[in-house]
């Protein structure tokens, strides 16, 4: 598997130094990285061709607002793009979780790889075959309260892409990655403020 990822990001890496120079918004997104978000190596945004950084600050506790990131299955009644939420694993959400859903009306199968209550959440989509070869994306949420009376919580949400199609139009496919996260938030603070 090592090797496998190691392969990957030198593909990856080849493959970027061929492309046009990132979008003004991409180079927006990747001046604004949080810091405190740790990527895996092959999903790392120094290589992936795709990068989308968006945060929100929600005048609602981390608690609220990760508890309603944490119910997948209640994403549909507060996120248009989301519908036919399922676990294919026990229920509530934690780390290893598999959660079937279609965003955009695509079907598409994610494993939680970290879950840290409150805190933050990243999963990686699957294709139908549970391999990362499908959609090559790895996605995080990271919650940090805010404020005098921590009354508040900054939500950033980012997201890689280093699959064939994040290869074959990069400024593309950030900026529709980019514009879905804005929808995610807004919608977000629609349903975790008070």
Not at 137 to 152: L, M, N, S
Request: proline share 8%; hydrophobic share 40%; with cysteine.
């Amino acid at each position: 598997m090592l090797k496998f990822l190691a392969a990957l990001c030198t593909i990856t890496t080849l493959a970027l130094s061929a492309q046009a120079p990132p979008s003004p918004e991409m180079t927006a997104d990747r001046a604004h990285r949080d810091s405190a978000i740790h990527w895996p190596a092959a999903y790392s945004p120094a290589v992936a061709p795709v990068f989308s950084h968006n945060e929100l600050l929600l005048h609602t506790t981390c608690h609220s607002a990760f508890t309603h990131m944490a119910d997948a299955t209640d994403w549909p009644n507060w996120l248009a793009i989301v519908k036919d939420v399922s676990f294919e694993t026990p229920a509530p959400m934690h780390e290893g979780t598999l959660l079937r859903l279609k965003i955009f009306n695509s079907p598409i199968q994610s494993r939680v790889v970290e879950f840290v209550p409150d805190q933050r959440i990243s999963w990686i989509p699957y294709g139908s075959d549970e391999t990362e070869t499908r959609h090559g994306h790895f996605h995080i949420w990271h919650f940090v309260t805010q404020g005098p009376q921590q009354a508040d919580c900054l939500v950033t949400t980012e997201e890689t892409g280093i699959g064939p199609g994040d290869v074959k139009d990069p400024a593309a496919g950030s900026h529709l990655m980019h514009k879905a996260h804005e929808l995610w938030l807004d919608s977000l603070r629609y349903a975790a403020e008070p």
